[in-house]
């Protein structure tokens, strides 16, 4: 992995992203203001837009174990799925769909823009009589029946055949890998259909669908981009993270339930939670002018339910030396709290702030670059000078941080994310082949117990629409994992009415890395992308657009059966707010009827009077 090219003059290593052009930072934020408790804003109308290699067992030497001593831009773009206008001329795009580089990290090729600044145009809206997507002429409605009247004739001998060459033009057909019901795994299920290998779903349909807006935090004011990243959802509370601070709302009223100040601002939240309690890493001390850095070296054990901080830690050592550890992410697995960065990486017990291990200088020159936690608890370690270095995938006892197998990433790969750790599924940009930004050209399928490779997948990046961070371990999006099968959406294609543009989720197997027969189509107008398992279910989520709310489904694990949990309102003020999250920096958690939006940035305003987004939005069927 190579280095990061030295700050500019008067900056500090490992500076945030820097602002748009004409950016003049402000004086320190005075504290944020707080939304009167039950009288949460009604929706406002921002602007329009807004949303292998099988290797043989390496050796397997415990070095985690502690060792003896060896600005302020134009209107924010539009959300996923919804219609884009194109960036004035002053505002250069950054190419690609890549993730934010990690807080305190300079920008990656393929970073994409600050929140606050204009998205790439997705959707042109097409000329009279044209296809947005392909600029084509729309045929007459004498036309439209005769070719109707033909395609019917046709599909009556060849159905299979002609439906697959008549949506293949894309190359979209291998990523939809056929019918939309699953073939292989499970017991038969309900239509004679097949159950998912996982079981049943918790979640139940509400009995009315249709949502409303339960309440919206505003954006705090802030005078320069701030990482807000961490939301939770518990039996009784939507927890965000704010500006030096993490807050608990009731999830139907949104009421304040209680906050936690921190002496600095967070810069990384674990996605996973554990007897109630989650991790956060923030700075020693606020940010001050004229760059506002401050570097990540605190890290925490935050209690959800009464809002506490159980313990604070910091370490020296690694390649930091007497200086604090700094740490771009942090995640919670096996009942450990794992921080990493590129000084290396450290762990506590989650329930007594214990340290378990802290980097060490060793003769490989290996690191921990950071940890994937949930079920299990996994790293990806990178190893070896900068112009030769390789990547491990290990799978880590969390306790003592010795590795219980370990995977060679091939030839080509300086970093690596991993989607899941039970089983265990890591992915990466081979050679740098990707291409798109999503730093995702392979996935890989590896028995967590030896280390070996089960099974390679490769992701064609014209096909498939799956993102990792360019440089963070856990910041794998669009990509879940269950059934022992990997689902991803495709990338969007020209719906069958000529018109709008869709996409799909698929799936491949783990032990086979083929693809299986699994296909869930978002249908005419609509995008999807999958959220998390419901045991065998996925939810997923079809982002709003410029005429409908966004909607939120369960997908059958056997059947791939689509299944309605929530439809949001189309009224304007209310899908506009809903679109108003940039996609590349969204938090997304569906649960019991409730659905949480929420950023893990925000910025400057353009516009403090009229500029009006959103920390967070919640919409309920309760």
Known sequence: MTQ??????????NQPPSQPPGHHPGPPPSQPPSQPPGTPPAPAAPPAGGYGYPQAPQPQTPSHAPQTPPPSGPPQGGGYGYPQTPPPAAYPQQPGYGQPPAYG?????????????????????PAAGQ????????????????VAAAVAIVLIIGAGVVYSQMRGSDGADEARGGSSAGTDGGKDGKDGGKSAPDGDGKEKVPGNTTSKVAFQVPNPVVPDLTAVSGAWVTDTAFVKVGVGSVVAYDPDKGTQLWKLDLPGDVCAASRHAQDGKTAIAFAAKKGSPPNYYEPCTE??????????????????????????????????????????????????????????????????SCKDRGYAGGEGLATARVCGPSDQQYVLIQNLDPKTGAPISEFRMPDGVDTAGIVSTKPLVAAA??????????????????DEKTGKLKAKITANADKYAAECGSTEVEQCEKAVVGNNRLYIPTEPYESEDGITRTNDIVSFDLDTGK???????????????PLRMDGGNL?????????????????????MKETVLMRNPAEKSVSEAESAFSEEW?????????????????????????????????????
């Open 4 to 13: 990061p090219p030295p700050p500019p003059p008067n900056q500090p290593p």
């Open 105 to 125: 990290q300079p920008p990656a090729y393929g970073y994409p823009q600050a929140p606050g600044q204009p998205v790439p145009a997705t959707q042109p809206v």
């Open 131 to 146: 296809s947005p997507s392909t600029g084509r002429k729309k045929l007459s409605a004498q036309a439209k029946i005769i």
């Open 299 to 364: 890290v925490g054990a935050v209690d959800l339910k009464g809002g506490k901080l159980l313990w604070t830690k910091s370490v020296t050592g690694g390649d930091a030396g007497d200086s604090k550890v700094r740490y771009d992410e942090i995640t919670v697995g096996g009942g450990t709290v794992a921080a990493g960065g590129t000084d290396g990486g450290a762990a506590w017990d989650l329930a007594t702030g214990k340290e378990l291990w802290k980097p060490e200088v060793n003769a490989e």
């Open 429 to 446: 940009d081979v050679g740098d082949t990707a291409g798109d930004g999503s730093s995702i050209s392979d996935f890989f399928s590896i």
């Open 515 to 529: 693809p299986t027969s699994d296909r869930a189509v978002a249908g005419p107008k609509h995008s999807m992308v």
């Open 539 to 559: 939810i997923a989520y079809k982002p709003a657009t410029y005429s409908a709310g966004g909607v939120v489904v369960s997908l059958d694990g056997g059947s």
């Open 586 to 622: 969204l938090e997304m958690r569906y649960a019991d009827g409730r659905f949480f939006l929420s950023t893990d940035f925000v910025n400057e305003p353009r516009n403090p009077e009229t500029d009006r987004k959103y920390l967070a939005m919640v919409l309920t069927t309760h």
